[in-house]
């Protein structure tokens, strides 16, 4: 069983950082790629960024790009999502989630199996 712990969200002024890690349980199985994903209230939820297990590759939405940064330890036990510049539209409940699906989508949620319990980011 996967278990996804987010850990790093919290209250920062418009302009500043953060950074979110997300922790596999230790009997993970072969996870090909994780991803981040964020829903603010009354929003639909939606992807923020993903890293491939293999190569890692990175995906990102048009709207972090340049501003995020996602990225994993070996072997795919730990993943971050380095975040800078953060804006209001920024805040959210922001979710880890992990998948084994091959090829996948990035962004789409259905190809992801396991999902963590999230962590909030608050801008202001």
């Known amino acids: 069983h996967v278990q996804l712990v987010e850990s790093g969200g919290g209250s920062v002024q418009a302009g500043g950082s953060l950074r979110l890690s997300c922790a596999a349980s230790?009997?993970?199985?072969?996870?090909?790629?994780v991803g981040w994903f964020r829903q603010a209230p009354g929003k639909a939820r939606e992807g923020v960024a993903a890293i491939t297990r293999s190569n890692a590759y990175t995906y990102y939405a048009a709207s972090v790009k340049d501003r995020f940064t996602i990225s994993r330890e070996k072997p795919m036990t730990s993943v971050y999502l380095e975040m800078t510049e953060l804006q209001a539209e920024d805040a959210g409940m922001y979710y880890c989630?992990?998948?084994?699906?091959?090829?996948?989508?990035?962004?789409?949620?259905?190809?992801?199996?396991?999902w963590g319990r999230g962590t909030q980011v608050t801008v202001s």
């Open positions: 989630a992990a998948g084994q699906k091959w090829p996948f989508t990035w962004s789409l949620q259905s190809d992801y199996d396991y």
């Open positions: 230790l009997d993970t199985p072969r996870i090909n790629y």
